[in-house]
């Protein structure tokens, strides 16, 4: 009978309630809020489900993400190699090819200027980074938490990696998520303050069509100008111009199927589950996070209130043809700004259509964001 005492304490020793803190339990409520919103509400469930659930899974079992110096048997937790794989920038590159290859430049090349509303919304991440320093953070680790202001997670992980900000990645990455899942809530009040009913309702004229070669030479064009005044964006520009061009050359169609679908998914499962699971109660609750939380929302607002202003710039230099809240797509959370610029447009008159015209700055958003990403890293000497 001590035999089966001993084992039973044994194995009533190994359940996770033997273990977890208090704070365990308040992160694993928060991933079953994060479960809630992406499967209930909808918002960007692609991603919010399974970094919830890789949340969920390192509070019950911290050992999932436990490095081999930290294990018995010298092996690493699953989700240890997957957030290698983030650390080392090769997931968010990843991303980005699949972005690319799902991507239609047309808008931009149509309308050139878009190019200045998407770099007009970067001013959030600048700001932020400001706000940053005052706020106690180092340099490189204020650069690594600005650029939550881009709404663009891949990139903000990319930057926290190659800046050494591992430890804050977490937060960071959950903090980009959930912003870019936020957007519908988060910007048609600041455009709506910022605009006036008139200006809103404004009808843009009908992009001018966009031929073949002009959307093959894009990809490469831009590649060669950006790369080469920043070479340190290669990793993310260079992996979005090639899945653009697989898509746009129209001679490797299994590629771009590839890159845009198996590939992609793939990569969002092993980003996401990782990204969560970084999230412990002791990595993350802590005064950090709620500065990065609070930051990050400085900068996406900034970004926001910048691209609609630059728009009502435009709108006046060209006489009323530009409507200022395509502006606020500049924020390269792709494509749901474009589709808030779209919704705010339509609630003043359901005829105007503003999607195609707001993707112009929501794909000029994400270059402006990585061109901002390799701005950092260029400061710093990465």
């Known amino acids: 009978m001590s035999y089966v005492g001993e084992r039973l304490l044994n194995l009533l ?12 339990y308040l992160m694993i409520a928060v991933a079953c809020v994060f479960l809630y919103l992406a499967i209930k509400k909808g918002y960007e469930p692609l991603l919010l489900l399974p970094i919830a659930f890789g949340m969920l899974l390192v509070n019950i079992y911290p050992d999932i993400i436990a490095s081999p110096e930290e294990t018995s048997n010298g092996v690493g937790g699953l989700l240890y190699y997957f957030y290698t794989l983030d650390e080392y920038s090769i997931l968010p590159s990843l991303i980005f090819m699949g972005v690319g290859a799902m991507t239609d430049f047309g808008p931009l090349i149509a309308n050139p200027i878009s190019f200045w509303l998407g770099a007009a919304a970067q001013i959030g991440i600048f700001t932020a980074y400001l706000l940053a320093i005052l706020f106690g953070f180092s340099d490189q680790a204020a650069a690594a938490v600005s650029i939550i202001g881009g709404a663009d997670g891949p990139t903000s992980i990319f930057l926290a990696g190659k800046l050494g900000q591992s430890a804050l990645m977490g937060p960071i990455a959950v903090a980009a998520y959930s912003y870019m899942s936020l957007v519908p809530i988060i910007q048609p009040p600041i455009m709506k303050a910022l605009t006036t009913k008139e200006e809103r309702a404004i009808k843009m004229a009908q992009l ?12 490469i064009v831009v590649t060669i100008i950006v790369c080469l005044i920043l070479p340190t964006t290669a990793p993310l520009v260079g992996m979005l111009m090639l899945g653009n061009l ?35 109660a002791e990595a993350f609750l802590n005064a950090s996070t709620i500065k990065i939380v609070i930051l990050g929302l400085v900068a996406f607002v900034f970004g926001t209130a910048a691209g609609v202003l630059f ?38 008159d359901p005829t105007n259509f503003l999607l195609m015209h707001a993707m112009g700055p929501n794909v000029a958003g994400v270059i402006g964001t990585a061109v901002a990403a ?9």
């Open 13 to 24: 020793g190994q359940t996770a309630f033997a273990s977890l803190s208090v704070g365990n």
């Open 208 to 219: 001018r069509p966009v031929s073949k070669l002009e959307k093959i030479l894009f990809p």
């Open 246 to 280: 697989f898509k746009e050359s129209g001679v490797v169609n299994q590629l771009t199927e590839t890159a845009s679908n198996a590939l992609m998914y793939i990569v969002v499962i092993l980003l996401g589950t990782s990204v969560g699971a970084s999230t412990s």
């Open 311 to 348: 728009g009502k710039l435009l709108c006046h230099l060209t006489g009323g043809k530009i409507n200022p809240l395509i502006g606020s797509a500049g924020v390269s959370a792709v494509p749901m700004a474009a589709r808030v610029s779209q919704k705010v447009g339509a609630e003043e």
């Open 374 to 382: 390799g701005v950092f890293m260029a400061i710093f000497g990465v």
